[in-house]
């Protein structure tokens, strides 16, 4: 008997903890969605397989094929959520991508935001980049470089993309790390017409990895990443027009759905989640277009220019310590080295 209640005692503290955990996040107002409700197969049939309960998916590249899914509908603003697990070992030359984009219907004019991961030699560290497109500006891109502060290969971990009227957030678990907020004079650089979610990967040896120098070895192969409680929240075109074309498009009305998405947790930066933004910056961002001056002599107008970011940048929006942290920061991950705590967790 006192064993019965010991247990039943311990199921109800791991309860606790989930619940507290799942308030942190704002989890609460994510809704997974069965693969079947929102998804559809994009390429490499084969290499797509789909959990029995239909709640996850393994996307696979081979000598053969990479894989990837899209969302059977298109949304004007929306919040797109998932946990990956990026594949392990040898992934240079190697992208895990989880993007939105309307490529596929306005081509030469299109929108995008990105979340790409760049696979890397045995033993160096994943990194992944954040990117924005808007009315086909790939000349202009928007793209800023980091470093994580877990190994994405060992666990499942959250990513996100908010996507708003007025802002767009980018999310690693409950941390964001990157807002943008829209600018009158961005004009239609901000994006503003329906976007389908994606999720790929794929052979990207020319670029992707020291810039080409290193390509994907097969002999690693199959490279499997893994989605997992997907989440799309937001206005979805389909349900009012059966076909989305470069001139109907602005005659949804999607005012309710903003208000709620505006409104929401995940549209919303506390204190803490300000500070840890602050912190993950500080000490993973690695390249930033807004302090990029050879390429851009006058930023952007959404960049938000910093002090503290600025001086540790060469011209090139590169660190100038060639690094993703500074000796200071080092010292400061060594004095840490025993605190399980993560270094830029919204809780601290």
Same mark, same amino acid.
């Given at each position: 008997?006192?064993?019965?209640? %010991?247990?039943?005692?311990?199921?109800?503290?791991?309860?606790?903890?989930?619940?507290?955990?799942?308030?942190?996040?704002?989890?609460?107002?994510?809704?997974?969605?069965?693969?079947?409700?929102?998804?559809?197969?994009?390429?490499?049939?084969?290499?797509?397989?789909?959990?029995?309960?239909?709640?996850?998916?393994?996307?696979?590249?081979?000598?053969?094929?990479?894989? &990837?899914?899209?969302?059977?509908?298109?949304?004007?603003?929306?919040?797109?959520?998932?946990?990956?697990?990026?594949?392990?070992?040898?992934?240079?030359?190697?992208?895990?991508?989880?993007?939105?984009?309307?490529?596929?219907?306005?081509?030469?004019?299109?929108?995008?935001?990105?979340?790409?991961?760049?696979?890397?030699?045995?033993?160096?560290?994943?990194?992944?980049?954040?990117?924005?497109? &808007?009315?086909?500006?790939?000349?202009?891109?928007?793209?800023?470089? %980091?470093?994580?502060?877990?190994?994405?290969?060992?666990?499942?971990?959250?990513?996100?993309?908010?996507?708003?009227?007025?802002?767009?957030?980018?999310?690693?678990?409950?941390?964001?790390?990157?807002?943008?907020?829209?600018?009158?004079?961005?004009?239609?650089?901000?994006?503003?017409?329906?976007?389908?979610? %994606?999720?790929?990967?794929?052979?990207?040896?020319?670029?992707?990895?020291?810039?080409?120098?290193?390509?994907?070895?097969?002999?690693?192969?199959?490279?499997?990443?893994?989605?997992?409680?997907?989440?799309?929240?937001?206005?979805?075109?389909?349900?009012?027009?059966?076909?989305?074309?470069?001139?109907?498009?602005?005659n949804i009305n999607c005012s309710a759905s903003d208000q709620l998405l505006m409104t929401s947790d995940y549209s919303t930066i506390s204190?803490?989640?300000?500070?840890?933004?602050?912190?993950?910056?500080?000490?993973?961002?690695?390249?930033?277009?807004?302090?990029?001056?050879?390429? %851009?002599?006058?930023?952007?107008?959404?960049?938000?220019?910093?002090?503290?970011?600025?001086?540790?940048?060469?011209?090139?929006?590169?660190?100038?310590?060639? &690094?993703?942290?500074?000796?200071v920061h080092r010292a400061r991950k060594k004095r840490r080295r025993n605190r399980s705590t993560p270094v830029v967790s919204a809780e601290?």
């Amino acid at each position: 008997m006192r064993d019965l209640i %010991y247990r039943q005692l311990k199921v109800m503290v791991m309860m606790m903890v989930i619940v507290s955990w799942r308030c942190v996040l704002g989890l609460e107002n994510i809704n997974p969605i069965f693969f079947d409700e929102g998804l559809s197969h994009l390429f490499g049939e084969s290499n797509l397989i789909r959990s029995p309960d239909d709640r996850s998916v393994r996307l696979l590249l081979d000598k053969y094929t990479g894989s &990837g899914f899209i969302s059977s509908s298109m949304y004007q603003h929306g919040f797109f959520s998932s946990l990956i697990k990026l594949p392990g070992a040898n992934t240079a030359g190697l992208v895990v991508a989880f993007y939105t984009s309307n490529g596929d219907v306005f081509v030469k004019n299109h929108d995008e935001l990105d979340i790409e991961f760049l696979g890397n030699v045995e033993g160096k560290p994943w990194r992944f980049q954040t990117n924005m497109y &808007g009315n086909g500006s790939t000349s202009r891109g928007r793209e800023e470089r %980091y470093r994580l502060w877990f190994d994405p290969s060992k666990e499942f971990h959250r990513y996100s993309i908010l996507w708003n009227p007025t802002k767009i957030i980018f999310w690693v678990d409950d941390v964001p790390i990157r807002e943008i907020k829209r600018k009158e004079e961005m004009n239609g650089d901000y994006p503003q017409k329906p976007m389908s979610l %994606y999720a790929t990967i794929w052979d990207a040896s020319s670029w992707a990895t020291s810039g080409g120098k290193f390509s994907v070895d097969y002999t690693f192969s199959p490279f499997v990443s893994e989605f997992k409680d997907i989440a799309l929240d937001g206005c979805n075109v389909s349900e009012s027009l059966t076909t989305l074309t470069r001139d109907n498009y602005n005659n949804i009305n999607c005012s309710a759905s903003d208000q709620l998405l505006m409104t929401s947790d995940y549209s919303t930066i506390s204190p803490k989640q300000a500070a840890a933004m602050r912190r993950f910056r500080e000490r993973y961002m690695y390249y930033s277009y807004c302090y990029d001056t050879v390429r %851009y002599a006058v930023p952007p107008p959404e960049c938000v220019i910093l002090t503290a970011e600025k001086d540790r940048f060469r011209d090139t929006g590169r660190l100038k310590f060639g &690094g993703s942290h500074t000796k200071v920061h080092r010292a400061r991950k060594k004095r840490r080295r025993n605190r399980s705590t993560p270094v830029v967790s919204a809780e601290l």
